[in-house]
C-alpha cells in the first residue's frame, strides 16, 4: 500500500490476502459509572439513551458498593431508576459487585458481604422477576491484582470471595434458569499493566466448579500514562517512565489495537473445553479520565480509530461481549457521549460501526495486514441483503480505497459515510463512485443500506 503523505502522492490499495468468511458473534456493551444519573433520569436522558441503541447497546455493567453509582441500600429508588434504563434501551446489567475493605481472607469480612450481595439479588428477582433477573449477569470484584483500584488480592483471596458470592447468585437464580448457565464471571482483571494476568483467567476456570462460571473478564487499554509529560502535572510514575508524548504517543497509542485480537485470542485458547463467555469487560485508549491528562485521545479521532480497530480485532480474536469504559461522560475526556446527549467523534464512529457489523453477520477481513499496518478492514453480510464493509485509518496520512478490489461483494455498496480529520468532527454522508481517501484518522462506512443508516 501506499499512503498519502507530505508529497500528496497516492495509490489505492487492494488486498491479496482474504481469510475465510465467519459469523459476527460479538456483542456491544458498555460500562456505566459517572454518568448513569444522567442516563437514567436527566433531562437528556432520552437522547443519551438513543445514542446507546444506535450502538446496539445489550448489555451495560454498573457497579454495587464501589464507584459513584447509588448504593441500593441507601436509594434503592435511583439504584431501581438506572437498572431500568438498562432494560429500556434493550440490554441486560451487568452487576459488579465489589469491593470490601480488607483484610480480603477474613471469614466475617466475607460473610457479611455475601450477605449484602444477597440483598441487591433478592431485591432484584423482587422487582423485575426471577425470569428476567436470571438473564442478567454478575461479576464478582474488579481489578483485584490492582492495589489502587481492587485491593491487590492474590488469586487464593479472590477464589474464596468468588466461590462465596458465586454460590449465593447460583442459589437464588437456580429455580429460574433451567438448562441455562447463570452468567456469573469475573475476575475483571487488569490486563494493561500487570504481569501474569491471564493466571487468574487460567485458575478461574480450572479451580472453581464450571456452573459458577459464565464469564470471564479481562480489562486492556491502549495506556495508563498521562499524553503530556508527567513533571508539567506534579505526577509521580513510580518507577515507570514518561509515556513519549506527541506524534510519537498517538503512533504508539494505535499499535496497540492488534493486542486486542491476540488477548482475546489467548483467552479462548483457555476457555477451550468451558461453556464461558470471554468478555473484554473494559477497553479505551487511556485509563484515565481529565482532558489534561489525555488530551481528548478517548474520544477525539484518534479515539475514534482507536475505539473502531480495537473492535474489528477483538471480533477477529473471538470475543464475545466488548465493554468500552464509559457510556456517558462526567467530563470532556472520557466517554462516548457527552451529558447533554451530544455524540463525541468515537461516539459517530461507533454508531456507524455496530449499525453495519450485526451480531450474526457473515463477516470476512479482506486486507494484507502486513502490507497494509494503519488499515483495519472488516466486512458484514447481513439480514435483508445488507452489505457493509467498515475501513479504519490509524495513522495521520491519508489513505486512498478502492473498496472493488478488496472485494468483489462490496460493487453495489454506493453509500458512503466518512467520519475524518476533513469532516469537522461529524459523519459526512456521500456517494461512493469507486475510490475514496480517509485523511487521517477516521473510519469510513460504505453499504448499500445507506438510507437505513443514522449517522446524525
Not at 438513543?50 to 464507584?67: E, N
Not at 500514562?225 to 517512565?241: D, E, T
Not at 497509542?253 to 464461558?276: D, I, K, N
Not at 466518512?418 to 456517494?431: F, I, S, Y
Amino acid at each position: 500500500m501506499t499512503l498519502l503523505g507530505p508529497s500528496s502522492q497516492k495509490q489505492a490499495i487492494g488486498a491479496d490476502v482474504t481469510q475465510p468468511k465467519n459469523r459476527m458473534k460479538m456483542r456491544y456493551g458498555f460500562n456505566e459509572i459517572y454518568g448513569w444519573w444522567h442516563f437514567s433520569q436527566g433531562d437528556h436522558r432520552e437522547e443519551i439513551q438513543r445514542r446507546l441503541r444506535l450502538m446496539d447497546t445489550k448489555v451495560v455493567r454498573v457497579f454495587v458498593f464501589d464507584q459513584p453509582v447509588p448504593d441500593p441500600f441507601k436509594d434503592w429508588q435511583s439504584f431501581e431508576g438506572m437498572l431500568q434504563a438498562i432494560l429500556d434501551i434493550g440490554a441486560k446489567p451487568m452487576i459488579t459487585f465489589a469491593k470490601f475493605p480488607p483484610p480480603y481472607d477474613r471469614a466475617k469480612n466475607i460473610k457479611d458481604f455475601v450477605t449484602r450481595v444477597s440483598e441487591v439479588v433478592w431485591g432484584c428477582i423482587e422487582r423485575w422477576g426471577g425470569q428476567e433477573v436470571s438473564e442478567w449477569y454478575w461479576c464478582v470484584w474488579n481489578e483485584p491484582n490492582n492495589l489502587i483500584v481492587g485491593g491487590d488480592l492474590n488469586f487464593g483471596q479472590y477464589r474464596k470471595i468468588y466461590e462465596a458470592l458465586s454460590e449465593e447468585i447460583l442459589r437464588q437464580l437456580s429455580p429460574y434458569l433451567g438448562a441455562r448457565k447463570a452468567m456469573i464471571g469475573g475476575p475483571a482483571i487488569d490486563g494493561t499493566h500487570r504481569a501474569y494476568w491471564m493466571d487468574w483467567i487460567a485458575r478461574l476456570v480450572s479451580e472453581v466448579d464450571e456452573r459458577k462460571v459464565g464469564f470471564v473478564s479481562w480489562h486492556c487499554y491502549g495506556d495508563w500514562r498521562p499524553a503530556v509529560p508527567s513533571k508539567s502535572l506534579g505526577l509521580q510514575m513510580w518507577g515507570s517512565p514518561d509515556s513519549p508524548n506527541g506524534d510519537t504517543f498517538e503512533t504508539l497509542l494505535l499499535s496497540q489495537t492488534p493486542g486486542y485480537e491476540s488477548r482475546a485470542r489467548g483467552v479462548s485458547r483457555l476457555l477451550h473445553g468451558h461453556s464461558a463467555l470471554n468478555v473484554c469487560g473494559e477497553l479505551n485508549t487511556v485509563s484515565h479520565h481529565e482532558y489534561y491528562y489525555t488530551l481528548g485521545h478517548n474520544q477525539n479521532l484518534l479515539g475514534a480509530a482507536y475505539y473502531a480497530s480495537a473492535l474489528i480485532h477483538l471480533i477477529r480474536g473471538g470475543a464475545d461481549l466488548e465493554m468500552r469504559w464509559t457510556a456517558t461522560s462526567h467530563s470532556e475526556a472520557y466517554g462516548l457521549v457527552y451529558l447533554d446527549g451530544k455524540p463525541s467523534p468515537a461516539a459517530l464512529a461507533k454508531q456507524l460501526f455496530a449499525q453495519h457489523v450485526k451480531f450474526g453477520d457473515e463477516i470476512s477481513f479482506p486486507v494484507n495486514r502486513a502490507d497494509s499496518p494503519h488499515l483495519d478492514v472488516i466486512v458484514a453480510h447481513g439480514a435483508g441483503g445488507r452489505t457493509s464493509a467498515i475501513f479504519v485509518n490509524s495513522s495521520r496520512d491519508a489513505i486512498s480505497l478502492v473498496p472493488q478490489a478488496m472485494d468483489a461483494s462490496l460493487e453495489d455498496c454506493n453509500s458512503l459515510f466518512r467520519l475524518d480529520q476533513t469532516t469537522g468532527e461529524r459523519v459526512l454522508a456521500e456517494r461512493l463512485r469507486g475510490e475514496f481517501i480517509l485523511n487521517g484518522y477516521g473510519i469510513g462506512v460504505i453499504t448499500n443500506t445507506g438510507t437505513a443508516t443514522v449517522f446524525d
